[in-house]
């Protein structure tokens, strides 16, 4: 996963608790992506960023905020998290039409 | 009515023979279908992307798509034990500004 960057790659939370995932990617691309996969459900969009400086909600947005404050780094945020929120996240950068590059992921448990 | 269907599996085949995955999307003006690959406790990666109707081969993978019928399909041929692993399919979506809808994979086992 050499070129996208995910801390950390576990975390235990108790319901209520908040925490950011950090993503960050040393490949140039203007297209970040957080999913979450949950078994049985694939892969499904929670927020992306087309650029610096702009995000887009995707199919799972409710719980979580998404921060893009430069090219490389794209941070989520779980401001009060819940047990339907634990599950495996992956960050991802979009590279030429669209072939995404995943980082190596976070397995969330929240109690 | 989800927009990219595959079947789970598991599917089980011998080594050295050929494995047929299959995926459908519903959405008839869909232009970028991608397959990745995800191992057990590992993140996808991309084996192979197709843009336009019939066939593209990489090595021991052939793609397939067939816009009129709105399905794609993935051929590992002379399969291997290494190539189990869970097989997602994932399609851009007219409209959709990038975003891929992923398939909920199909689980594929390589009997030695």
């Known amino acids: 996963n050499a070129g996208v960057t995910q801390t950390p790659k576990f975390q235990v939370l108790k319901t209520g608790q908040s925490m950011t995932l950090q993503c960050a990617q040393d490949?140039?691309?203007?297209?970040m992506y957080w999913y979450r996969q949950d078994p049985g459900m694939g892969l499904r969009l929670i927020y992306y960023s087309a650029s610096e400086g702009t995000t887009d909600k995707g199919e799972v947005p409710n719980g979580y905020n998404v921060s893009r404050l430069n090219k490389r780094e794209f941070s989520l945020r779980l401001e009060s998290a819940a047990p339907s929120q634990t599950s495996v996240y992956f960050c991802?950068?979009?590279?030429?039409?669209?072939?995404?590059?995943f980082g190596s992921g976070t397995q969330l448990s929240v109690l | 009515q989800k927009e990219v269907e595959q079947n789970s599996g598991p599917l089980s085949v011998p080594e050295g023979a050929i494995a047929s995955l299959n995926c459908t999307y519903s959405?008839?003006?869909?232009?970028?279908f991608f397959w990745y690959r995800q191992y057990s406790g590992k993140s996808p990666e991309l084996i192979m992307s197709i843009y336009s109707n019939g066939d593209k081969e990489d090595g021991r993978f052939t793609a397939q798509l067939n816009k009129a019928s709105q399905y794609v399909s993935l051929l590992i041929r002379d399969s291997q034990p290494s190539d189990s692993a869970t097989y997602l399919c994932?399609?851009?979506?007219?409209?959709?500004?990038?975003?891929?809808?992923f398939g909920s994979g199909t689980q594929l086992t390589v009997l030695p």
């Open positions: 994932a399609v851009i979506s007219s409209g959709s500004a990038r975003q891929l809808t």
């Open positions: 991802a950068i979009g590279g030429q039409r669209e072939k995404l590059f």
């Open positions: 490949m140039n691309h203007n297209s």
């Open positions: 959405d008839r003006g869909s232009q970028s």
